[in-house]
């Protein structure tokens, strides 16, 4: 228990980049209690090396059902503390997140446009407020047939996530990678509200919100429907942007931007 609390400690203080040494020196810009109240050096580096999550004799046999074999259990148990630890507020965000790794592993991805670029990728169910997260899973590309397979669309991800908020009443924001509008009936059905953007190629976009040489900068376009609309917005010169949203219901506009209140919200969210 000492050894993870250092860990929590280590990140508060943002030194999970830091050499080892420079946590545990004898000069007085080391993290006090690491060496003081918790343990040496040598043994923060023993435990490191020894840590393990599971069974290593069986693991191979497990890993032809399972690649996340090696932390499976250990990752579940974590996530349901989390789901169990903190009630999340009305508003909640899926997005994905790189965990900076370079180290052996068949399913680290490269994503040049994160700071880390190389890592394991996470969706995750977030607090809109609190940034808290309440719900994981790790992307392990295609898993063997079993009771670990399980389909990779965003459709699908955004359904397994939202599992702990059905029928809630809370609103999901989420980026165009995710949205559809079956996807929006489902979560309704759901009793979960989204607000999101949508790509300009979706099928279900009408004509009369297609990107246009002669929109104007500032101009809205609204489209209602039984319990959604949707809007298209050009912010800048060459740029505009179509959000989908079962949260709102008008075209309410902000008086001091002049901008419509569902891209205010979705900004906020």
């Not at 209690?33 to 290593?56: G, P």
């Not at 298209?232 to 901008?259: A, C, F, G, Q, W």
Request: charged fraction near 25%; charge should be positive; include cysteine.
């Amino acid at each position: 228990m000492a050894y993870l609390g250092l860990l929590y400690l280590i990140g508060i203080k943002k030194s999970h980049h830091a050499n080892v040494k420079d946590i545990f020196p004898s000069y007085g810009t080391r993290i006090e209690i690491a060496s003081h109240a918790v343990m040496s050096y040598k043994r923060f580096l023993f435990i490191t090396r020894c840590l393990i999550f599971d069974d290593k004799n069986t693991r191979v046999e497990r890993r032809k059902v399972n690649i996340l074999a090696a932390i499976r259990e250990f990752f579940q148990a974590f996530v349901n503390n989390c789901k169990l630890s903190f009630n999340l507020s009305e508003y909640t965000t899926i997005d994905e997140m790189l965990h900076p790794f370079r180290g052996r592993c068949s399913f680290i991805q490269y994503i040049p446009s994160k700071p880390a670029k190389y890592g394991v990728k996470m969706f995750a169910l977030c607090d809109a407020k609190s940034f808290y997260t309440s719900n994981l899973e790790i992307y392990c590309g295609k898993q063997p047939d079993g009771p670990f397979s399980a389909s990779n669309t965003p459709t699908d991800i955004v359904k397994r996530l939202v599992t702990p908020i059905e029928n809630t009443n809370r609103n999901l924001t989420i980026d165009n990678w995710y949205t559809s509008v079956p996807l929006a009936d489902n979560l309704l059905m759901k009793r979960i509200t989204v607000s999101d953007t949508m790509k300009k190629n979706k099928a279900e976009i009408p004509k009369e919100f297609l990107p246009g040489k002669n929109r104007v900068v500032g101009s809205t376009l609204f489209g209602f429907q039984k319990e959604k609309i949707m809007l298209y917005y050009v912010p800048r010169k060459n740029k505009s942007v179509i959000l989908l949203s079962t949260l709102h219901d008008d075209d309410e506009m902000d008086h001091d931007t002049r901008k419509p209140q569902v891209i205010l919200d979705y900004n906020e969210t």
